[in-house]
């Protein structure tokens, strides 16, 4: 049975969760454990492609942040989240579970 994620609550756990440092925006080259390349938003120990306008100009992080914005990023990644949990079963669902209450016990004790 799936969890019932709240956009609205998980938008501003997300804005939360990026300001105090939970989740990062990084540059990945693909050696990581996961094969992410590019720029990935990175939570706790994972990290998932979250900008649907991403192309591959950015060599950097800081070239990307200069060319968005913190709520087109948060939304991005509210929307990336949401998007992990919608197709995954209910035997998978736990990833995008995962983060929703990653983000709700560590921003409770931040």
Request: aromatic residues 12%; glycine residues 8%.
């Amino acid at each position: 049975m799936k969890v019932k994620i709240d956009k609205n609550e998980l938008l501003e756990l997300v804005r939360e969760g990026y300001r105090k440092g939970l989740l990062h925006i990084v540059h990945e080259d693909g050696i990581s454990e996961y094969g992410c390349m590019g720029i990935v938003c990175k939570m706790n120990d994972n990290e998932f492609y979250f900008d649907p306008l991403y192309d591959s100009k950015f060599d950097s992080v800081e070239e990307y942040l200069a060319h968005r914005n913190e709520d087109a990023i948060v939304r991005f990644i509210t929307n990336a989240i949401l998007g992990i949990h919608i197709d995954l079963d209910d035997e998978e669902e736990g990833e995008a579970s995962g983060y929703y209450y990653y983000l709700k016990r560590n921003l409770a004790i931040a």
